[in-house]
């Protein structure tokens, strides 16, 4: 299985750059994601068989494989969110096993970006307080630094004339932007992306794709996403197949 | 950022968070309304008891006279030996005691109370302060003071003579007793010792008593309140069962039908209502928790740890109970001052009353309309605050602890 960097080079953001303490962007080639051997179990239901994974700085993987094949569990398991049965994910080096819910907390925020399928936004927070909610409790940069940081993803994400809306005055596509926002604004190491484009029309999905791609480029970001779209995974420079709890096919 | 979440999350759901502040503000609201009654209510207690001047009034329970002429010992003053005054006096917590004798002068055309009593805040010395006119007496005077009413109504001033029983006595002051309080109404006042004389030499009161120089048919005492409860105890064994041993317990005793304003019973009822408001607001805090579980997954997903999470429930449930505790006490202020006072009418345990029982309108001289205002207890408003700060603090924690859904199940694709 090998990784290959993010190819889709189409939209030049200008980035901020990454916050200044905030979560350490792996250097180009650097391994910021290692998955070894890890099983799940639901019950009688063996969910993943012995999974190995590993992600480069910067790369993107797409996941593919049928309903109940276990990527979701395992990009679940790579989030913190759920504990392996067996097996080791390492973070930037950061085991996950045996680790309190605090540090799983605290290395989540710092390492590990996360966007979901479904619309996943704070419905009584704007735009920008959305995406300052990963903020609150990092004490690298002071609360200026953070909200500036919050603004300039959201210019990025083409949603500066918008910090103050809240969720339901936004469009699907334009809170999935918020959410890639959000999920960007600590400098993560790895971004984990669950179905992001599925609840999106084409048209929209495509272009939040392409911004997840160009961002995760931009911040030298993994990008490992879980997708049925076979369009979405040929942007991917890897591509693994899942099926019954295990990776059955990779693909450069 | 916490609160400027909190608040967001507050005003988003205004109907919750109106219903919920609402409900601590009622609660807040009846706690201090039914104390500040019950307070109240324990201060009109008191009333009658402090208008004689004395925290424990003793009295002996006695027959009729043969005849109703001359001097008489009124029903409930019959006599109370010398030995019975000096036990009470030696009861720990009797800070001081006055005796007085009791007495109505019935006449064919007219009649008076007289009162001897010995020289004390509550005796002499307190009608001299009360003097509107002429001098006061001492404890070795052979004169009287008149009460304002009586004298005016009888059109006798200071110079002039009085007879009571027998004898006659010149008036040395005017008292205005009634209006000042703290002192037992009576028209006519003298020294103990000239009350003792004649009351040992009255014909009725010999018949029925074998009343001594030395001897009283009323005691006042005061008490250190602290131990009230056990000197009226051993008080009411000393003089047995005739004995009428009246303070602020038998005064509540007798307003037993009205308990329900008593302090106790304010404080139970608020109690009640505390606990569901807490019921409330546990409720509601369940019920948010449970809805927002997807939005809880998602700040664990994005790095928040539960501890973060039960911090942010809980800024939201103590600016409901802040929010809530401060309009509470708003209204009760207002309807503190809209209530303005208690009025009870008590039915008086003693008879210490200028007009004998025969009189039509000694049934009415037996009652005493009381008012005691209202105020808000400064103490119970600390309580309300804190009690409703812990109940939302306790709701976040028993909420935050029952068992909650793996967040990643919320949130996966699958």
Same mark, same amino acid.
């Given at each position: 299985m090998k990784e290959s960097p993010i190819m889709d080079t189409a939209v030049q953001i200008s980035s901020s750059g990454a916050l200044p303490g905030a979560g350490v962007a792996p250097a180009a080639g650097q391994q910021a994601l290692r998955v070894e051997g890890v099983k799940k179990r639901y019950g009688d239901v063996e969910i993943l068989k012995g999974v190995d994974l590993t992600l480069g700085a910067g790369q993107f993987t797409a996941i593919m494989g049928k309903s109940g094949s276990g990527k979701s569990t395992l990009l679940g398991i790579i989030a913190g969110l759920e504990r392996s049965d067996e097996g080791q994910v390492s973070v930037m080096g950061h085991k996950l096993a045996g680790m309190i819910d605090s540090d799983m907390a605290a290395l989540r925020r710092r390492s590990i970006g996360i966007v979901f399928q479904?619309? %996943? *936004?704070?419905? %009584? *927070?704007t735009a920008l307080d959305n995406v300052l909610l990963p903020t609150f409790f990092t004490t690298e940069a002071a609360p200026g630094e953070h909200r500036q940081r919050a603004i300039d993803l959201l210019q990025q994400v083409g949603l500066g004339k918008r910090l103050n809306y809240r969720p339901a005055t936004l469009s699907g596509g334009e809170q999935q932007r918020v959410a890639i926002a959000r999920a960007l604004v600590n400098s993560p190491s790895i971004l984990l992306a669950d179905e992001p484009t599925g609840n999106l029309d084409q048209e929209t999905g495509a272009s939040v794709l392409k911004l997840l791609l160009d961002l995760g480029r931009t911040h030298g970001t993994g990008l490992l996403m879980v997708t049925h779209d076979p369009d979405v995974a040929a942007r991917a420079g890897n591509v693994v197949e899942m099926k019954d709890g295990r990776i059955i096919h990779g693909h450069a | 950022m916490t609160f400027h979440y909190a608040a967001s999350e507050l005003v988003f759901r205004r109907g919750r968070s109106l219903v919920t502040a609402v409900s601590i503000a009622l609660a807040v609201l009846a706690a201090m309304v039914l104390t500040s009654l019950a307070t109240s209510y324990a201060r009109a207690l008191r009333v009658p008891i402090e208008t004689v001047g004395a925290d424990v009034i003793v009295q002996q329970q006695g027959d009729i006279p043969p005849k109703l002429e001359g001097l008489v010992f009124p029903h409930p003053n019959a006599l109370i030996p010398a030995g019975i005054v000096e036990q009470i006096r030696a009861i720990p917590g009797v800070i001081g005691l006055t005796r007085a004798v009791y007495m109505w002068d019935l006449e064919s055309d007219r009649y008076e109370s007289v009162l001897g009593i010995e020289d004390s805040e509550v005796g002499l010395s307190g009608l001299a302060q009360r003097l509107t006119d002429g001098k006061a007496i001492l404890a070795t005077s052979r004169a009287v003071l008149l009460d304002s009413d009586f004298a005016g109504k009888n059109h006798v001033k200071v110079g002039d003579t009085i007879k009571v029983g027998e004898e006659s006595f010149p008036v040395a002051g005017i008292v205005d007793a009634a209006r000042s309080g703290k002192l037992v109404r009576a028209d006519v006042y003298m020294p103990m010792a000239l009350a003792q004389a004649l009351a040992s030499a009255a014909p009725q009161v010999k018949a029925l008593y074998p009343f001594g120089p030395a001897d009283a048919n009323l005691v006042l005492v005061k008490v250190n309140r602290e131990r009230l409860q056990d000197v009226v105890a051993t008080v009411t064994r000393l003089v047995g069962t005739k004995g009428v041993v009246s303070s602020e317990l038998s005064m509540r005793h007798a307003l037993s039908g009205v308990l329900f304003l008593s302090q106790s019973m304010g404080l139970i009822i608020a109690a009640i209502i505390g606990v569901f408001a807490a019921a409330f607001v546990w409720r509601a805090t369940a019920t948010s928790v449970a809805e927002r579980r997807r939005e809880m997954a998602i700040l664990q997903a994005i790095g928040w740890s539960w501890r973060h999470i039960g911090q942010q429930v809980l800024a939201e449930n103590l600016a409901l109970a802040v929010a809530g505790t401060v309009v509470g006490l708003a209204l009760a202020f207002v309807a503190v001052l809209a209530l303005g006072h208690v009025s009870v009418t008590v039915d008086l345990p003693w008879d210490l009353s200028s007009t004998p029982h025969f009189i039509p309108q000694a049934a009415i001289d037996r009652t005493q309309t009381i008012t005691a205002p209202l105020s808000v207890s400064w103490i119970t408003a600390g309580i309300a605050t804190a009690g409703s700060i812990v109940i939302s603090v306790l709701a976040v924690l028993a909420v935050l602890a029952l068992p909650q859904p793996q967040p990643w199940s919320l949130l996966r694709s699958e």
């Open positions: 479904g619309f %996943s *936004l704070i419905p %009584s *927070l | -």
